[in-house]
């Protein structure tokens, strides 16, 4: 069974960090791209980021470009999400998804992804 665990997220004030983390089980993650996913209330889920199998190639949501910066560990199954320099309009509950590939794809499409987690919860005060 495929499980996606997302951890990390929190209350921060306006221009502080948090770190995200998926932690995956019942798959080969180095076989799949991963992406991170956010929802704000009242609001369409929207791309964040993704990385590819390799972690080669990354893609960013231009809301978050030079803010926020995903990373990958093969040998521990899971991806990061640093976020930096936060924004009350960050504030959503962030999902990370997974995606079978063999190629360096980085999907920013909903779609694409085959496995989600829960999410985790970030919000940021003003």
């Known amino acids: 069974q495929v499980q996606l665990v997302e951890s990390g997220g929190g209350l921060v004030q306006a221009g502080g960090s948090l770190r995200l983390s998926c932690a995956t089980s019942g798959l080969t993650f180095s076989s799949y791209a991963m992406g991170w996913f956010r929802q704000a209330p009242g609001k369409e889920r929207e791309f964040v980021a993704a990385i590819s199998w390799s972690a080669t190639r990354t893609n960013y949501a231009d809301s978050v470009k030079g803010r926020f910066t995903i990373s990958r560990d093969n040998a521990k199954n899971t991806v990061n999400l640093q976020m930096n320099s936060l924004k009350p309009e960050d504030t959503a509950v962030y999902c990370c998804?997974?995606?079978?590939?063999?190629?360096?794809?980085?999907?920013?499409?909903?779609?694409?992804?085959?496995?989600w987690g829960q999410g985790t919860q970030v919000t940021v005060s003003s």
């Open positions: 998804a997974a995606v079978r590939t063999t190629t360096w794809a980085t999907p920013r499409e909903e779609y694409s992804y085959n496995y």
